[in-house]
């Protein structure tokens, strides 16, 4: 996904802020009835809802992705096409590494250096650095994305986007297994 068409209305109206506490840790998860497995949940098709929401609360963006996930040995290939609500659309692709034991690693377009994440139960955190264009200038952000996969194969996914260490905003998207329409 191209970083800046999601983010540029909120960034540019951010120049300070305060930075929020993740109280998360994985091992809260260890004892969860259900397991996440990226390698699992994302082979095949999956759609996508989401918003962004500044660090006020503001939701500046909705969008829908499709994603298209294939899995050859360990490396789990995730292309994701983007429907923005204003018209405008784009595409990232994940390349992720399967580690075992629940860890991944992984690259994207807009990622520079690696994305580094691990499952516990039905949790999944996934850490990563990535450039953003802003008024023709690049920003690095921070994500901190956390996934929980629920009943019935909803997965949900909160990723906190921070500048400096200061929180500038969250992404929330839910997951649904097969194609928009029902359509496989």
Known sequence: MRLSALFAPAIAA???????CISNSLSDFQ???RTLRLEEYFLGETTAYGIF???FGKIRRQFTVDITGTLKGDTLTLVEDFDYSDGVTDTRT???DVLGDGKYRGTANDVPGIAEGQAVGNAFNWQYKAELKVDGDTWTVGFDDWMYLLEDGVLINRAYVTRFGIR???VTISFQKGSR???S
């Open 168 to 170: 500038i905003g969250e």
């Open 31 to 33: 004892e969860a009835d």
């Open 53 to 55: 929401e500044d660090r």
């Open 14 to 20: 951010v120049s300070l802020g305060v930075s929020g």
């Open 181 to 183: 329409g029902g359509r």
């Open 94 to 96: 994940w390349t992720i």
